[in-house]
Structure formats: C-alpha cells, structure tokens
C-alpha cells in the first residue's frame, strides 16, 4: 500500500477490544461496536449498523470493510464490491493495524482463503484482540474448517489456546474455543467453555447453537430439543443462524418420533422459500434433512428434492467448495439429474476434489438404492471426511449412509459394529436408521 499520512484523527477511541479506530466519532464507533458484537453472534440487523456507522463517518475504513464482510457472511457477496473499494481507498490513511486488517478481509472477499489464513496468523502476533481478523478462521465453516486440509480440527483449536489468556472471559472468545474442543470430543471443557459464553451473552445465536452441539455430541435430544426450541422462540427469523438451528430442531425432532413437528419446521423454517437464510445453509441443512428423514424411514419426497436441486444449481452446482459441492451433489442424484451430477463427478474442484468424487457416486448409489455402491464408495471416505468441513453432527450423514447401506443389503451386525466404533454415544442413545 502506499504510505500515505495517517488521517487527522485523534486515536482515542476503541473498539470492544481495546483496539485503537481511526474515527473521531463517538457515534460511528458505537454503531460499530454493536455491528462487529451482531456479526460474532449471528444477530439480525448486522449490515445496518455497519451502514449506521458509515453514516456517522463516511471516511471510517474499518465500518466500510466491516460492511463488505458481513454482506458476505450474509450470502450477499454481490453487493460487497463497493465497501471494499472504499476500505481499500481509505486504509492507507489508517493505522499500521487497519491496513492490516482491511488487506486480510481484502483476501477473503477475493476468495483467497489460504493467503488469508497465513496473514492472519501473522497479524495476532501483533494484535491478538484484532477479533474481527481471528473470527474468519475460527468454527466449522471457516477458512481453516473449508481448507480441506486433514487434521484441521487440531488446527483450529492450536489456533485458539494460545489466545485464552488475551481474552480471559470474553463470551466471542468462549464460543469459539467451544466449538473447537467441542469437535475433537473435549466436551468437559466445552461445556465449561459454552457457559461461560452464553452468561456473558445469552442472546449469542452461535453459542446457542454450540451448546446445541453439545448435547447432540452427547446423544442427549430431548434435552436438546427443548433447550433449543426455547432458546429459538425468541430469535428473529433474519438471524443469520436461524435456518440452521431450525435444522437442528427438525432432525431431533425426526428423531424422537415427533415426525409431523420435524416436516412442519422443514416447511416453515428450512426449505428454500420458507425462511431466510445464507444460500449454503439452505442447500446443505435441506439435503441432509431429506437424506436424514428417508434414512430414518420417511418416503422419498421428489418434489422437494427437485427444489433443492434446482437451489443447487442456481447457487453451488460446482463451487470448489466441497461441503457445498457434495450436498449439492446429493440433491442431484436424489432428484436424478444426471447431467448435474456428472459435471461434479468429471470436474471436481477445489483442495478436497479427491474426495468430492467418491461421495457424488455414493449418493447416486444412495438415490438409486445400489446399497454395495454405497458402502464400496463412502466407507473409505470415513477415515478423512473431517476435509469436507462441517461439523461432525453434519458429517454424520455420510456415516448414517453407509450404516444404512449395509442395513438394507442385510449386514446388520457390521453396521452396527461400524457405527459403534465410529460414533459410540450416537449409537448408544438410539440410531436414527431405520431398522437398527
């Protein structure tokens, strides 16, 4: 960047984090503050204080990034250009930390994702408390969770420990941390991690979803169940997590029987139309949903597989994103478009593409009831399917695949004994398969 002179502004103000803003409004940094908090806590309203802080001051760099970042966590990406153009124009009159900053959600927002992991590794050497910067490589969705790289759940939490003793208790920090322990089954301090996020935030849509995570790691859904329903009551419908906790009722809803409340969420609350929410969440919580339902028994339903198909390939027909790619790959072999499915097959895309195509043939032997195709193509795949991102609790779908695959070619006792080495507490409260 070039070295222009730093904005005439008295760095006196800071962000939640103690983080110096080159603003000299008070009212452009509290409308700040309250936009990064609804970002970090899948609140609604998130984009609009970013703006309100632009209001405030037009030349704040940070709001206009700020902007540009939360567009995209939206599924808005389309309308990111401009705030990024502008953050980039106004950071060479900000501090050392603020170009920093805007360079790394410059990547980002440019789909340069490892780049953006190494930059900011570098930058909380410096600026451990740069919360914004840490968040995008944090949970499963991030760029260290979408990396397809093996062994990036270890990555994630070696990222985070060290950072504990900067952010003592601070309820973002904590939930984050959750998740990571959480995923590699240190669920003791998980639990301590999450309760600690969640009274320094009750109304923090992720953390509420993490302890969700908990109890289905637990094997613990009408405790789940009823904990989420009740969180969720209060939740606006544009809440960036409403869609997927609404996953995470309907399935444990399937699961203890309570079939016509899980179809009635589904309609409501999942399938394209029914309710908002970020375009990979709908394609990825609505593929599971209907796989997880016809595993569980629920006859096929090709009309909504149709939709979601045509969601697919409007939004995801081969991204490079593999969490995306193979649900989408799901959605085409169920709704048995063949042309779909092929291109992801013949041209698969992005660091885990070796996998990607052995899931896609898997799920077409899933569609097409080809039980041996199904356990020959997915089986293998277990061993590495932390690459595909994710959380265990979805990856699960591709175990129940197999568990179901060697059901219904009659090898119950292996099925049994896989799902048991593989997710022992799932398989001890009930399997949610149909004839084990």
């Known amino acids: 960047m070039t070295a222009n002179p730093v904005r005439n502004v008295v760095s006196v103000l800071e962000d939640?984090?103690?983080?110096?803003?080159?603003?000299?409004?008070?009212?452009?940094r509290d409308a700040y503050v309250v936009g990064v908090d609804k970002l970090l806590s899948a609140g609604s309203g998130i984009d609009q204080a970013f703006r309100e802080a632009i209001a405030a001051d037009e030349d704040f760099a940070l709001a206009h990034i700020a902007l540009a970042r939360s567009l995209q966590v939206l599924g808005r990406g389309g309308e990111a250009r401009d705030p990024l153009e502008r953050a980039l124009a106004l950071a060479s009159a900000t501090t050392v930390r603020e170009q920093s900053h805007i360079a790394i959600f410059a990547k980002i927002?440019?789909?340069?994702?490892?780049?953006?992991?190494?930059?900011?590794?570098?930058?909380?050497?410096?600026?451990?408390?740069?919360?914004?910067?840490?968040?995008?490589?944090?949970?499963?969705?991030?760029?260290?969770?979408?990396?397809g790289r093996a062994g990036r759940e270890v990555e994630q939490l070696a990222l985070l420990e060290p950072l504990a003793t900067h952010y003592g208790e601070d309820w973002w920090f904590r939930t984050v941390l959750a998740f990571a322990e959480i995923e590699l089954q240190k669920l003791d301090s998980g639990f301590t991690n999450i309760e600690t996020a969640l009274r320094g935030f009750p109304r923090n849509a992720h953390a509420a979803h993490i302890k969700a995570h908990l109890f289905y790691e637990k094997g613990q859904r009408e405790e789940g169940l009823g904990y989420l329903d009740q969180w969720n009551a209060a939740y606006p419908r544009e809440g960036q997590l409403h869609c997927h906790i609404s996953w995470h009722l309907a399935l444990w809803s399937l699961e203890t029987g309570r079939r016509d409340q899980a179809w009635k969420i589904y309609r409501e609350a999942l399938h394209p139309g029914g309710s908002w929410g970020p375009q990979i969440n709908v394609l990825t919580d609505c593929a599971s949903f209907l796989a997880r339902a016809e595993i569980a028994g629920e006859p096929r339903s090709p009309e909504l597989w149709r939709e979601i198909s045509q969601y697919a390939a409007r939004w995801f027909p081969n991204s490079g994103i593999i969490f995306a790619d193979m649900h989408s790959a799901l959605a085409f072999a169920m709704a048995g478009d063949a042309d779909a499915l092929a291109r992801i097959i013949e041209s698969p895309k992005g660091?885990?593409?070796?996998?990607?195509?052995?899931?896609?043939?898997?799920?077409?032997?899933?569609?097409?009831?080809?039980?041996?195709?199904?356990?020959?193509?997915?089986?293998?795949?277990?061993?590495?399917?932390?690459?595909?991102?994710?959380?265990?609790?979805?990856?699960?779908?591709?175990?129940?695949?197999?568990?179901?695959?060697?059901?219904?070619?009659?090898?119950?006792?292996?099925?049994?004994?896989?799902?048991?080495?593989?997710?022992p507490r799932n398989a001890a409260s009930g399997l949610p398969l149909a004839g084990i």
């Open 351 to 423: 660091p885990a593409a070796d996998i990607l195509v052995p899931i896609a043939r898997g799920f077409d032997g899933l569609a097409r009831g080809d039980w041996t195709r199904v356990v020959d193509e997915l089986k293998p795949v277990l061993q590495a399917h932390e690459r595909v991102g994710g959380s265990r609790a979805q990856r699960d779908l591709l175990e129940y695949s197999v568990t179901c695959a060697l059901l219904r070619s009659g090898r119950a006792d292996e099925a049994r004994r896989l799902i048991a080495s593989r997710r």
């Open 109 to 147: 927002l440019g789909g340069q994702g490892a780049e953006a992991v190494s930059m900011i590794t570098e930058h909380i050497k410096d600026w451990p408390r740069d919360a914004m910067v840490l968040a995008p490589a944090t949970g499963v969705f991030g760029l260290i969770g979408f990396s």
């Open 16 to 28: 939640r984090y103690g983080n110096k803003l080159s603003t000299g409004s008070s009212n452009a």
